[in-house]
């Protein structure tokens, strides 16, 4: 799996999208964490009845894939390469500092550093066909769209976070996060590859063990932090999360900070909590390679 991270890092050095370009070009993103979840985990075929019919498994991402490349299928293959690119600290620092109104830093690393997630599967995709093997990113496939007529308000096809914790990289957090052992103010990916690749082992018990409201009944921090009131002991209303972000953030860095990127942003939940940049529950730690 080393070749993966030093793939990701390669690029993280190198890329002018992981840079702050508008601003002071700082870097966006630290080194990944890696891991691998088998394709056949019973866990993706219960995200359809957890997520909705709608979510791919990774051989359906796979088999769609094969409709462009031509590259055999192989029969009884596929793995989850999964990664999560942590927020620099000088990114996460600004955000920290701010009750209302999100860091242009934060807002300016979330618009390009997707765009930078976003080569990263590209490349990885790029990097086992040129092998010979199929691969597929599910969220850059044609069959990829967000879904709005769902009980919670919006879904899509394929969701990062849950390839994540099927790889064993962290748990959710009551706001929807996701708890790796560096933390929740990151990014994340991932690439279906046809092939069997070795797993990261998941030794959770629970899917929000990593957060210390839920594991604990302690903190509740990110419910504090955050000024849309989103977040409660129930857990986080995504309706009232985005409508907050529509009606406050719209096109402000591109309107009022005179950026050229636009985006809908806040992470101040993400930030200046417990869990910003580390694992707060970690009595448990999966074997997920880091580049440390």
Known sequence: MQD?????????????????TELDNGPIYDEPVVGVASGFDPLFSMYKGIIGEFHMTPWEALQHKRKTVDIPLKEGEAS????????AKHIKNANAKKEVW????????????????????RTLEDHFISQGVLAAAPVLLPEWHRVTDVPDGFSSTWSERHALYAAGLGTFSINDGFITEKGMAMRCGSV????????????????????????????????????????????????????????????????TCGLTVRSDYCGLCQTGVPCESANPNPRRHGNAEKNT
């Open 4 to 20: 993966i991270v030093d793939i990701i890092v390669s690029l993280e050095q190198s890329s002018e999208l992981n840079r702050l």
């Open 80 to 87: 989850v390469v999964c990664w999560a690119l942590p927020f």
């Open 102 to 121: 999100s860091s242009v830093k934060w807002g300016h690393a979330y618009y390009t550093g997707e765009s930078f997630n976003s080569l990263v599967r």
């Open 192 to 255: 279906v590859v046809n092939a069997t690749l070795p797993i990261t082992e998941r030794t959770c018990t629970d899917h929000r063990e990593n957060c210390l409201f839920v594991a604990k009944g302690i903190c509740g921090k990110c419910m504090e932090r955050c000024p849309a009131f989103a977040i409660t002991a129930k857990g986080h209303n995504k309706i009232q999360c985005r409508s907050y972000r529509d009606r406050l953030f719209g096109d402000f860095l591109h309107d």
